[in-house]
């Protein structure tokens, strides 16, 4: 069974760099044809898509981070990474890694998220 | 981008009651929407993707509908355990976008 857990530091300072790791059980992360995501949600507010990364190593990133993060894999222990450079307290939110995974519907494959981590909360604070 | 809009953002409904959440896109998405469930201090958990095909393992009192950019998400009688914030999430195109979210209690 799929499993996914984040880890991060838990409050990282204004200015500095966000590091994330998502630990995957139960699959490769370059298994093809999984893709794999880093989403955001700040205390008592909606959820926004950081960015996607493919087997492949293609990555994409939402405009909303102005080139601040960036995505890879580390193969040897199966973890999916996110860093987000300069960070300021607009950052402050619990970060979940998930799964897109297609099923095919009418002959349509469908990308949605089928699989999520736990999540962890990151505070930016001096 | 692709904005997602959704009404209500609050709802208060009995047991038993039907309940209805609208999902509208600000262009045509085809089916490409997915609905989420998140109860607090919970991960998001997937209900419907392709608009309307209900995933595996979540009970058949909900369904979704809709195609191009309008989207429901019904409940056709509420449960207790149903209380939470539901989501809808556009996957058509990059940036993939959710919608703000309406939260369901119970009366």
């Known amino acids: 069974q799929l499993q996914l857990q984040e880890s991060g530091p838990g409050l990282v300072k204004p200015s500095e760099t966000l590091s994330l790791t998502c630990s995957v059980s139960?699959?490769?992360?370059?298994?093809?044809?999984?893709?794999w995501a880093w989403i955001r949600q700040p205390p008592g507010g909606g959820l926004e898509w950081i960015g996607t990364?493919?087997?492949?190593?293609?990555?994409y990133y939402n405009p909303s981070l102005m080139s601040r993060g960036a995505m890879s894999f580390d193969t040897s222990k199966n973890q999916v990474s996110l860093n987000l450079i300069s960070v300021t307290a607009a950052d402050t939110a619990i970060y979940f890694c998930?799964?897109?995974?297609?099923?095919?519907?009418?002959?349509?494959?469908?990308?949605?998220?089928?699989?999520w981590g736990r999540g962890t909360l990151v505070s930016v604070s001096s | 981008d692709i904005q997602m809009t959704q009404s209500p953002s609050s709802l208060s409904a009995s047991v038993g009651d039907r309940v209805t959440v609208t999902c509208r896109a600000s262009?045509?998405?085809?089916?490409?929407l997915a609905w989420f469930q998140q109860k607090p201090g919970r991960a998001p958990k997937p209900l419907i993707y392709?608009?309307?095909s209900l995933r595996i393992g979540v009970p058949s009192r909900f369904s979704g509908s809709g195609s191009g950019t309008d989207f429901t998400l019904t409940i056709s009688s509420l449960q207790p355990e149903d209380s939470a914030t539901y989501y809808c999430?556009?996957?058509?195109?990059?940036?993939?976008?959710f919608g703000g979210g309406t939260k369901v209690e119970i009366k």
């Open positions: 998930a799964r897109r995974n297609a099923v095919t519907t009418n002959a349509i494959a469908h990308w949605y998220f089928d699989v």
């Open positions: 139960g699959a490769s992360v370059i298994s093809h044809p999984y893709r």
């Open positions: 990364i493919f087997s492949s190593g293609t990555t």
């Open positions: 262009r045509d998405i085809r089916a490409y």
């Open positions: 392709a608009a309307s």
């Open positions: 999430q556009q996957y058509v195109d990059y940036p993939l976008t």
